[in-house]
Structure formats: structure tokens, C-alpha cells
């Protein structure tokens, strides 16, 4: 009998029209209805919209819809008790909506148990070469709970495999809870969308959903995707989930895993969820197998509440054939434990993340990355250690077989309580090397170092060369608890016979509150130091040896215009020409086992680098610099120690002052000569003659002191001599120096 429709409401009113099950056509209803009215037909477990699209009182009822047909589990003899086993009445709804073309299983609000019927049976509600089935629930009341023996052996409650697509779970509650003979090895899965092997090629699972459920206790995988070669799992999506593995009764945490990764996985997004609850295991769970790739992976906004038992909170990767790529990890939210661990990644995107580790049994960092590492870029996380029981690097990169290559570090902020290992790095480390290494405006705080370390350490290894590495716009900050066991803030490495090709540490600011250097370059085993090293522009500031540290060895480091308190630069040899490259003018101190003992400045060399060699030692307190011949010969001539006034050198200097000072007591020495000339010295500022000009006979040793001006930042000052005759035998080792006071 059909329900009288209003008339005055014919294109909003949707009418409740309820049919006998045998009735094959709508019957027109008494009285009745008006173009446009809406019919809604129970019949059976079908549920079916009809629009009345023939003039009034002509039938000219025509179906809108196909797929809101509901197959209620309970029609089918489902008893929500806890105890019945409900798996042959939920199966058969899902096989009648298979035969129907699709449909909405309803699961109302009641405990469905599902029992394990022998150790044989893996599957209890197969999911098999279905399309368009919804799974709905009314929220967490609607429960099918996986019950009873499992007999030792695996279990899946809704495995979904064979050419099945357009599969949705909504507003569910599952669980395993009332499980028992249940072993680690054989876990059992709640949900596991899959390409079996054995399912016919092409086939597996796509375009499934997973949205507003509620996931209890698994002793396995709350959701196990798992695809396989030429049967694939593609298109899942898992959103607004409420995932929490923990055991109803005792509290104790029993899921393995909220999501897990297996192979042959593609096109899945995970956003939005809440998890807690895994035991001994990760809440988001890369753990491939075989060859089927892992890629096009989207992980974004859920929040992670891992309580870890010494285990990652999520990890991520591939096998050696096949490397997880294209993943994008965005603001998800890791708190109380565990770490994220990956390898043999390509092209991963973290950005956002805030992970909080502060579990005593989790000896990784914040992130630990290993092998086979590329196309990485973690942009923007906020990596906090604050269990000070262990030792750990916050973000790390483990390389034993393959070196990490193209990776950005950039924007993020880390913090640690308690870190580094010996050796290594307290805050970021390498152990092998890489290359195409970019860290840029990152900020590293607090890293108390509970050992002997540096805070940033980069270095080759045993895997091969490592090049291209760079620091741009660093601040490194150690907090002042770390003093003792921090060794050097920022160093760059070459070990074990592999070479480092091409650094740059520039525009960074770190503090060094601990001992030896703040910027350090390292080269042992044998390894050497090639194309450029570049240390510029640079606020360092602490380390009781040396501000800055070249390699000891073969070739060294470009510098300048680092502001540095109490200025060093720590070199080893007598002079720096064997350590330090540089352009002609360029000056460089030895500590000699003090602070800036010896001022040695470059005379010659051209180019950026201008090479190793041309360095001459002035002293301590003095600035010697040279002069331009204007007499007999016209040539520039650089008058270093040993030099003879008829030999021209390649270059000139020309110092321009810092600051505001007054010069004054310009002198001239040289070894003596023969003639009846002599010299006339006048020092110029900014190529305008001073009065004070020294003239010396080529046979007199000594002149000066005399003269005096004043300068400002920037002012150059040269000096200009004029010989008044060619010498007999030529007067040589001249060195003129000025005072520069103020």
C-alpha cells in the first residue's frame, strides 16, 4: 500500500512507499501523485527511488537509482549477541548484493561474532570479484568482532582480492579482541584489500575506501594492503578513522600495526586518522617483500599516539629491486615513543611533521634513514628528543650499501635531550658519505651530547667519494650542558680513502660550547680533499682551539668574511701553504699553541682560490705589506722576504681597512745594497700621497719611523718608490711596515 503524497510539495517531499516483495511495477498511489513527486520502494532488502515523470493520474513511475539497494545482516540471520557466529549470514548478504550488482550491506548496532570454523579456513568473509559494495555501519555500536579459536593460524576477516573494486567500509567497528589461540607468526587482519598470486593476472583490488570506522584490538593489521606483480592493490583511501589497538579487557596495547604495506601497492592516501595502541610494532608499517613496487603514496594529517616498546612509529621503504618512491609524508603528528625509520626510498617528501620522541626504548633518533636514499626532501618538521635515557642522533643517515644522493634538509627544527654516539654526530650524521646534500636554514638546539661528538657531521666512507655537499644559513646551537663531550659544531669529513669533493658551509651561525673547533675539516685514511671548500660569511663563535679548522692534509679551505670572536684559523705546519687556498691579500692566523701568534698574509696567486702557495709570515703585531717600484723599472713588484728589487712579481696589495684608525710610524728595512742612489717610500690613501715619505740610501739598512694619518673603513693604502738611479748590486728582503692604532 502505498503512503498518500502531498501534492502542494511534489519537487521536495520524498514519500515512504512500501511495497509487497513479489510486486514487479509501482502501483500508482490513491490518490494520485503529481508530476515530480519521489518514491521510495522497500522491497525485500531493496530499497529503490522513483521519480513520477508522466502526467497526474497515469502511472509513469520510473526508477532513479540502482545501488541503494540495503542488505540488512540480520535478514540474512545475523545475531548480534557476541557469541552466535554470524559468518555464514554475513557472508550470504554479501553474496546476494554480489548477485544483485552491488548494494549496501547494514550492519546495525550489536555485537557479530565471526568464528574460525577449522585451522584451514584463512578467510572469513571473502570479499571476491565484487564491485560497488558499501559495508555500513551505525558508527562504534555496529560491531563484527573476529571470536574463538584461531587454531594456531592466520586469520583475515575481509579479504578483498580477484577483480574487486568500489569497495567502501563506513562507520564500522572491527576488532579481534574475543580471539584466542592466536600466535605471533599467525596474526590476524581486519581488513586486507589484496592481489593474490593466484588470482587470475590482471586482477587484485582498486578503488577502496575505508572512512569514519572504529578499529579495536588486532592481534595482526588493522588494515593489510598487499598486492602482488600483475596483481596489484591501487586506489585506497583511509580517512577519519579512529584506529586504537589496545585490548578492551586488559588495556594492554594487541594490534601489530594500524596500516601496513606489504607489495605491489599503489595510489593509496592514508589522512586524517587517529592511531594508538601497537604492540612491539609501528603504527604505519612499510615492510615489503618480492619485487612488487610501493609507489605514489600519500600520508597525510593523522596523528600517531605510538606508546612504543622499542620499535619505530612508522616506517617507510622497499627492497633492493624495488625502492618505495613518490611518497609524501606531511603533517602527521608523532607523540610518546617511537621514531620514523626508512630505506631504499626515491623521491619522499616529509614536510610538516612534528614527532616527539620520548620513549626509553627506542634507540634511533627522531629519523633514521638508510640506504639507497634519493630524491629525499624533508622540508619543515619540528624533530624533538626529550628521553634523555639514551643516546640518540636526531636525524640520521645510515649508509651501509648505497650513499645517500640529491637530499634536502631544509626549515626544520630539532631538538635533543640526550645524543650522539662517539664519533658521530650529535644532532645530524652521515656514517658513509653521499652526494647532492643540500641543509639549509635549519635550526639544531639543545643536542646535549652525552658523548665526545659534533653537532652536524657529513663524511665520505667506505661506499665512495662524496661531493656537492653544502650548509647554507645553518643555526646550530648546542645548549651549554653538551660543553664537555662537543667537540666541534659543524664538520665536513673524508675517511677511509674515499675522497670529499666540492663544500661549502656559508651563512650559518653556530656556537661551539664544548672544545677543539666550531667549523672543522676532516681527511684520514688517506683520503683526500679535491675541488673547492668553501667556509664564508659565517657567525662562529666558542671553541677553545680554533674558530675554524682546515684539513691537515693536502687541499684546503676557502675563507672568508666569517665574523669570528677571537679570530683563528688552526693550521698545523709552520706556514699554511700546504692547508690553505686563497686569492692574493688574503690573511690567515696560526694559533702556534696560542691565539693569532702568526699573521701570514698571501702574496701571490690569481683566480677564486688562487692556490696553496705565495703565503709570507709578518708576525705577530705588524701589517707588512708591499710597494709599487715607479723608478728604473715600472713593473708592480710584491716585496716579500728573499725578494730583489730588479725581480718583478706577478701582483700587487693593497689593504683596505676595516675601521676607523689612525696609521702612523711607517718604517723600511732591507738588506743593504751598492751605489750612490737611493730610495724614496711614500705611502699613498687611496692613491693620494701622504707627507712622511722615507728616503733611504741603497747602502742603509734602516728608515723611518715617520709619517702619520688617519683612515675609515674602506680607505686602501699602498706605498709608491721612486728610485733615483739604478743600484749597483741591488738592496733586497725589503719590508715595509705601518702601526695602525685605534
Known amino acids: 500500500m502505498a503512503k498518500e503524497l502531498s501534492a502542494d510539495r511534489a519537487h521536495t517531499l520524498l514519500a515512504d512507499w512500501i511495497g509487497s516483495a513479489t510486486a514487479p511495477d509501482v502501483t500508482e498511489p490513491v490518490p494520485s501523485a503529481p508530476l515530480a513527486s519521489w518514491l521510495l520502494r522497500a522491497s525485500g532488502s531493496q530499497h529503490e527511488i522513483y521519480l513520477k515523470t508522466s ?29 552466535t557466529d554470524n559468518r555464514a549470514a554475513i557472508n550470504a548478504a554479501i553474496a546476494a548484493a554480489q548477485a544483485a550488482g552491488g548494494g549496501t550491506i547494514y550492519v546495525p548496532p550489536g555485537q557479530f561474532a565471526v568464528l574460525k570454523p577449522n585451522a584451514g579456513t584463512q578467510d572469513l568473509l571473502s570479499v571476491s570479484n565484487v564491485q560497488n559494495l558499501t559495508f555500513l555501519g551505525d558508527g562504534k555500536a555496529s560491531q563484527i568482532r573476529i571470536s574463538g579459536d584461531q587454531h594456531a593460524t592466520s586469520t583475515v576477516l575481509f579479504r578483498l582480492h580477484n577483480f574487486t573494486k568500489g569497495i567502501r567500509f563506513i562507520s564500522l567497528f572491527m576488532d579481534s579482541a574475543l580471539a584466542t589461540n592466536v600466535e605471533a607468526t599467525n596474526q590476524n587482519h581486519l581488513i586486507q584489500p589484496q592481489g593474490a598470486i593466484a588470482d587470475p593476472a590482471g586482477s587484485g583490488t582498486q578503488d577502496c575506501d575505508v572512512i569514519g570506522c572504529y578499529f579495536g584490538q588486532a592481534h595482526g ?100 629491486g624495488a625502492a618505495a618512491t613518490r611518497l609524501i609524508a606531511g603533517y602527521n603528528t608523532i607523540a610518546h615513543g617511537g621514531d620514523i625509520v626508512g630505506q631504499l626510498v626515491d623521491r619522499h617528501i616529509l614536510i610538516g611533521n612534528v614527532l616527539v620522541l620520548d620513549s626509553p626504548t627506542t634507540a634511533a633518533g627522531a629519523i633514521s634513514l638508510q640506504d639507497s636514499i634519493t630524491n629525499l626532501a624533508l622540508i619543515a618538521n619540528s624533530f624533538n628528543v626529550t628521553d634523555a635515557t639514551l643516546a640518540r642522533i636526531p636525524v640520521a643517515l645510515i649508509a651501509t650499501t648505497t650513499d645517500p644522493l640529491q637530499m634536502t634538509v631544509m626549515d626544520n627544527v630539532v631538538r635533543g635531550a640526550s645524543c650522539g654516539a662517539v664519533g658521530n654526530g650529535a644532532g645530524f650524521f652521515d656514517s658513509q658519505g653521499g652526494s647532492q646534500v643540500v641543509l639549509s636554514g635549519n635550526v639544531w638546539s639543545g643536542l646535549i651530547s652525552v658523548n665526545p661528538t659534533v653537532a652536524l657531521k657529513y663524511r665520505s666512507g667506505a661506499l665512495g667519494a662524496t661531493s656537492h655537499i653544502a650548509y647554507s644559513g645553518e643555526l646550530v646551537v648546542p645548549d651549554v650542558g653538551s660543553a664537555a663531550n662537543t667537540v666541534s659544531g659543524i664538520q665536513v669529513g673524508a675517511s ?129 705589506f708591499g710597494v709599487i717600484d715607479t723608478g728604473a723599472a715600472l713593473t708592480a713588484l710584491f716585496l716579500a722576504p728573499g725578494s730583489d728589487l730588479a725581480v718583478a712579481s706577478a701582483t700587487t696589495i693593497e689593504p683596505r681597512m676595516p675601521r676607523p684608525a689612525a696609521i702612523r710610524n711607517w718604517r723600511v728595512h732591507q738588506v743593504v745594497g751598492t751605489g750612490a742612489g737611493n730610495i724614496t717610500y711614500t705611502v699613498r690613501k687611496n692613491n693620494v700621497a701622504q707627507s712622511g715619505s722615507i728616503v733611504i740610501a741603497f747602502t742603509t739598512a734602516v728608515g723611518g719611523p715617520t709619517g702619520g694619518t688617519t683612515v675609515v673603513a674602506g680607505d686602501a693604502l699602498s706605498v709608491v718608490l721612486t728610485k733615483s738611479q739604478a743600484p749597483a748590486t741591488n738592496p733586497k728582503n725589503v719590508v715595509f711596515t705601518i702601526e695602525v692604532a685605534g
Open 221 to 320: 593489521d588493522q588494515i593489510r594492503l598487499a598486492g602482488d606483480t600483475g596483481v596489484p592493490t591501487n586506489d585506497t583511501r583511509v580517512f577519519y578513522n579512529s584506529c586504537d589497538g589496545h585490548d578492551p579487557g586488559t588495556g594492554l596495547r594487541g594490534s601489530r600495526s594500524i596500516v601496513s604495506f606489504q607489495r605491489g601497492v599503489t595510489r593509496v592516501m592514508i589522512a586524517y586518522n587517529f592511531m594508538t595502541g601497537v604492540l612491539n610494532g609501528q603504527l604505519i608499517d612499510f615492510e615489503p617483500s618480492g619485487t612488487a613496487q610501493i609507489t605514489d603514496i600519500d600520508i597525510i594529517g593523522n596523528q600517531l599516539d605510538h606508546n612504543s616498546q622499542g620499535s619505530p612509529a612508522f616506517t617507510l621503504g622497499g627492497t633492493s
Open 55 to 83: 502526467p497526474h493520474d497515469i502511472a509513469g513511475w520510473s526508477r532513479q537509482n540502482y545501488d541503494l539497494r540495503i542488505f540488512n545482516i540480520v535478514d540474512f540471520g545475523a545475531v548480534g549477541d557476541g557469541v
Open 496 to 624: 677511509n680513502a674515499d675522497n670529499l669533493t666540492d663544500a661549502s658551509v656559508r651563512s650559518c651561525y653556530v656556537r661551539n660550547p664544548g672544545t677543539a673547533t666550531v667549523v672543522e675539516w676532516v681527511s684520514s685514511g688517506g683520503a683526500v680533499f679535491a675541488g673547492w671548500r668553501y667556509c664564508a660569511d659565517n657567525l662562529l663563535i666558542g671553541g677553545s682551539t680554533a674558530t675554524m679548522a682546515p684539513p691537515t692534509t693536502n687541499v684546503g679551505v676557502t675563507g672568508s668574511g666569517n665574523a669570528e670572536p677571537g679570530t683563528q684559523i688552526a693550521i698545523t705546519a709552520t706556514t699554511p701553504v700546504a692547508n690553505v687556498s686563497a686569492p692574493a691579500g688574503s690573511m690567515v692566523t696560526d694559533q702556534g699553541g696560542g691565539v693569532a701568534t702568526t699573521l701570514f698574509v698571501k702574496e701571490t696567486g690569481a683566480g677564486v682560490s688562487g692556490g696553496t702557495g705565495g703565503w709570507i709570515g709578518v708576525g705577530p703585531h705588524e701589517i707588512q
